[in-house]
């Protein structure tokens, strides 16, 4: 497939692109992780429309489609912040966005996707089902598929909170990012050290199941096993076919945090009790990982005196966030 060019360009369209629909996000110092010696910042992405980042780059992969792709509809089989931002970007151009899940997938998560405005096709009990029905759409009906990660708008579209961070935060030494797919870290890291090499990339991951962390130490793409975590939305594979996200995370990563359940539940309990901020496990891993003693100390040469964090979503079942806090 011809591979379309990803490079600052594309995300200074992409911000116009977003620009209106996806919010500005404030980024303000964390009190609690910060002392005389280093600043600490909290990009809240919890408070965008949907609750995380990802509207960025489904609003600008959506925003770019003819009006005729976009008659056609949007299709995707993610369950997550992707499904749900893709949903709200195709309903804010006029389209129609279908999520295909497997029958796996709660109840109170098609409910709630569906209550965006998506259509949900149900089959099968795996993702890779899921997927496949995907496929079917877009051969048969002629459905416009855009993945959650490995896609250029995409990636374009995460990377304009790089642009964002550096317009607020100049001084800016290091960014501590949750990773999965690598969407994220690999359009903020691209922003963000060609406008200074020498600020760090540090990526973040729960130890269960961390697909991108395996598959830099064999050097390609490889499969692992998924495992449930309390960080849902870091799950998952980066596909053998990876185009953009494992190169990006290949050259832009400098170090790369596994957190346990346990470390993971205290980012959260710390952000709420800490910050006053309700986020999701994936939201919360950069702040686990600076409040875990062994790791700050890991992390403390890479750090610098200003360091950036990504609290990158809040979309928790609230009863198991309850759970979470309840002490
Ligand atoms: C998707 C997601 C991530 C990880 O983004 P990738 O681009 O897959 O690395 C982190 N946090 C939240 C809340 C997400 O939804």
Redesign the pocket.
């Known amino acids: 497939m011809h591979k379309k060019i990803l490079n600052l360009q594309a995300v200074y369209t992409a911000r116009n692109n977003i620009n209106g629909i996806v919010r500005r996000t404030p980024l303000i110092k964390a009190e609690s992780l910060s002392n005389s010696n280093i600043e600490v910042r909290m990009k809240l992405e919890t408070l965008q429309p949907i609750g995380?980042?990802?509207l960025r780059g489904a609003v600008n992969a959506v925003s770019q489609l003819t009006p005729e792709a976009l008659s056609r509809g949007v299709v995707c089989a993610s369950t997550?912040?992707?499904g749900r931002a893709l949903t709200y970007a195709a309903k804010h151009f006029g389209g129609q966005a279908t999520i295909c899940m497997s029958k796996l997938v709660p109840q109170n998560k098609i409910d709630a996707i569906k209550a965006l405005g998506a259509k949900v096709e149900i089959f099968g009990d795996s993702q890779d089902d899921a997927q496949t029905i995907v496929d079917k759409l877009v051969s048969e009906q002629g459905m416009i598929e855009l993945p959650?990660?490995d896609h250029a708008d995409i990636i374009a579209g995460?990377g304009t909170i790089g642009l964002e961070m550096l317009e607020d935060f100049s001084a800016i030494d290091s960014v501590i990012i949750?990773?999965?797919?690598?969407?994220?870290?690999?359009g903020i890291a691209m922003v963000l050290k060609q406008a200074n090499p020498n600020i760090k990339v540090i990526a973040v991951s729960p130890e269960r199941g961390a697909c991108m962390a395996a598959c830099l130490a064999a050097g390609k793409p490889v499969e692992v096993i998924e495992e449930p975590t309390l960080a849902d939305?870091?799950g998952g594979g980066i596909g053998l076919n990876n185009q953009y996200?494992f190169d990006l995370a290949q050259r832009n990563i400098d170090e790369l945090v596994l957190l346990t359940e346990s470390q993971i539940k205290r980012g959260m309990q710390h952000l709420f009790y800490n910050e006053g901020i309700v986020a999701?496990g994936?939201?919360a891993v950069g702040v686990a990982a600076l409040i875990d003693e062994k790791i700050r100390k890991r992390l403390q040469p890479l750090l610098g005196s200003n360091v950036g964090l990504v609290i990158?979503?809040k979309?928790v079942d609230m009863d198991v966030f309850h759970k979470i806090v309840a002490r």
């Open positions: 995380a980042f990802k997550g912040n992707h959650p990660f995460q949750g990773l999965s797919g690598g969407g994220l870290i690999g939305s870091l996200t999701e994936a939201g990158s979503g979309n």
